[in-house]
Structure formats: structure tokens, C-alpha cells
């Protein structure tokens, strides 16, 4: 297992943007405007057919690029968020080339979950790397049984259950979390009849039990903007698991205060994971960290094709 301390994280040096300038405009006649672009276009034309390779892209050496395409990276978010909590990873995997699809995780049960997920994957042709967070780490754990296409799994403080266990098994598994003193409770009428029961993280506690390592302006719209997930769902027992037979990579966050550090830290060494923790990390480490967890899914995905 290798640590990484939080202290050693850091942005990568963000992209300079180029404002317009603030000074009167000038007008440019159309002609000259055109013959402009013709003349631009031209030149540019000519060095491309000069050296077509520098022209394409970048020298790459990596084993995507020498065996074939890369794989698609699938992020299913967990319980208290939704899709956009992928957003960081999602936008530096799209700039190093990977296809990304971050599911819209139903958060409704278990097996209806991962059979969402699952249908997912069956519309992707080629290999893909399944990314799961929190509860999405159940879900995946469950979605890629019988697809031969995944061909990794990759747990961001996630749930790797065996079978027959639960989320809410493996949090109170060991001390540390504080949801079951954070919930609230909501009922809500199921299609079939009868009523089932949604779990909220009250907004007051959302900041030091799910992200604690945030600013709290952006924690007070993820508590008001958090997607419920059913006690059903999180109470469910897992089948069997994908990671007993699917290399796996676990990005453990030190400081979590819903998973305790210690749970995480057993689910991955049971499965067999590629380890990496990130010291004073909250939950919600693919925010706060999402250059290290987007590091971890390209090591995973670039194993799948030596």
C-alpha cells in the first residue's frame, strides 16, 4: 500500500485562457477578414502536409495508443450525489483521450441499480474500466458479472462487498462513521404500492460528515442539491463479486467520516487491490483529490491492454 499525505497533493497548473481585450474594437472589412482565413487556412494546410504526424497529435508511447483505442471509463457516483460529483476526473480523463460515461445511478435497489449499470456496459463495444464511489462501488461489484468486456474495477472510497453483504454491514463494521447519527428520513410511494424510504444527510452535518476536506460554500449546494438514496438499497445484500475475479484498484480516503478509513482499508486488501490512500481525504476524495483518483483509473486503464 503506498500513502500519499494530502499535503503533497496539488492542482496540475491550470489552463491560461486568453481574455478579450477590454479596448475599443476595431472594425475589420469583410474582404480582407476572408482573405485573412484563406491565407491562415493555407499555410496551415501546407505544414500539415509537410509533417502529418506532428499535425494529428502529440508522440504517444502508452499501451492504449500501441494496442488500440482506449478503454471507456464508467463512473457510477454512490449514495448523496449524483453524476456531477464525476465532473473534475471526468474532464481531465476526456483530455488525455479516454471516452467517459458518468451513469445516472438510480440510488432505488440494489439489483435494479446494478442492472442499470450492467445494461450500460452492454452498449459499450469495446473494453471498459468500471469506477465506483461509495455505494456505486456495490453497484459495480454486482454490474460486471458476465460482461467480458470489463476489464478492471477501480474503488474511490468505495463499497466491495462480498456476497451477501450490505453497505450499512460494512459501515458499521468498524467505528469512525458518523452518517447514522447524520440521516434524515423521507417516505415515498413505490410504483407498486406501498411506501419505501429515502436517507438524506441533514444539511447541517453534511459538511463534516461527507466532505469535510471542501469549502463549506461548495458543501451547502451538495447538501441542498444531494440525491436521496433508499434505505432498501443500502441495506441490501450484495451477490457475487466482480473483484474475485477482476483486477482491482482501491483509492482509500484517510479522514472519511461515512466509510471509515479502516473498512476501506479491509475491502481492499480482501479484493486484492492496488492500494493508494490519501491522508486527511473526506469522503468525497474524487473533489477534493481528483488529480490522484484520475491518476489511479489511467494506471488501471492503461493495465488493460499489456
Not at 6 to 35: I, N, Q
Not at 210 to 236: I, K, W
Request: glycine share 8%; aromatic share 6%.
Amino acid at each position: 500500500m503506498s500513502e500519499v499525505p494530502a499535503s503533497a497533493m496539488s492542482e496540475p497548473s491550470a489552463v491560461t485562457s486568453v481574455a478579450p481585450s477590454r479596448g475599443r474594437r476595431r472594425r475589420v472589412p469583410v474582404g480582407l477578414a476572408a482573405l485573412a482565413l484563406l491565407i491562415v487556412t493555407g499555410s496551415q494546410a501546407a505544414s500539415a502536409a509537410s509533417s502529418p504526424a506532428a499535425s494529428i497529435s502529440p508522440t504517444s508511447t502508452s499501451a492504449e495508443d500501441r494496442h488500440g483505442a482506449k478503454p471507456t471509463v464508467v463512473l457510477v457516483h454512490g449514495a448523496f450525489a449524483d453524476s456531477s460529483s464525476w465532473n473534475k476526473v471526468v474532464a481531465k480523463l476526456q483530455r488525455a483521450g479516454y471516452p467517459v460515461i458518468a451513469a445516472a445511478n438510480p440510488l432505488r435497489d440494489l439489483s435494479g441499480d446494478s442492472a442499470y449499470v450492467s445494461s450500460i456496459v452492454s452498449t459499450i463495444p469495446g473494453p471498459v474500466v468500471l469506477v465506483g464511489h461509495s455505494y456505486g462501488g456495490e453497484v459495480i461489484s454486482n454490474a460486471a458479472i458476465g460482461h467480458s468486456n470489463v476489464q478492471a474495477m477501480v474503488f474511490v472510497a468505495g463499497f466491495a462487498p462480498e456476497q451477501g453483504e450490505s453497505g450499512l454491514d460494512l459501515t458499521g463494521r468498524y467505528p469512525g462513521s458518523l452518517l447514522p447519527e447524520s440521516l434524515l428520513t423521507r417516505a415515498f410511494p413505490l410504483a407498486g404500492g406501498g411506501t419505501g424510504t429515502d436517507a438524506y444527510i441533514d444539511a447541517r452535518k453534511f459538511h463534516t460528515a461527507f466532505a469535510a476536506d471542501l469549502p463549506a460554500r461548495d458543501t451547502a449546494l451538495m447538501a441542498a442539491t444531494q440525491r436521496p438514496a433508499s434505505l432498501a438499497a443500502l441495506g441490501e445484500p450484495s451477490g457475487p463479486p466482480a473483484w474475485k475475479t477482476l483486477p482491482s484498484w482501491y483509492l482509500v480516503a484517510g479522514a472519511d467520516k461515512a466509510i471509515p478509513a479502516a473498512a476501506q482499508r479491509f475491502m481492499a486488501t480482501r479484493a486484492k487491490s492496488h492500494t493508494v490512500e490519501v491522508k486527511g481525504a473526506s469522503h468525497v476524495v474524487m473533489l477534493s483529490h481528483p488529480d490522484v483518483t484520475t491518476d489511479l483509473i489511467v494506471t488501471a486503464a492503461r493495465s488493460t491492454s499489456r
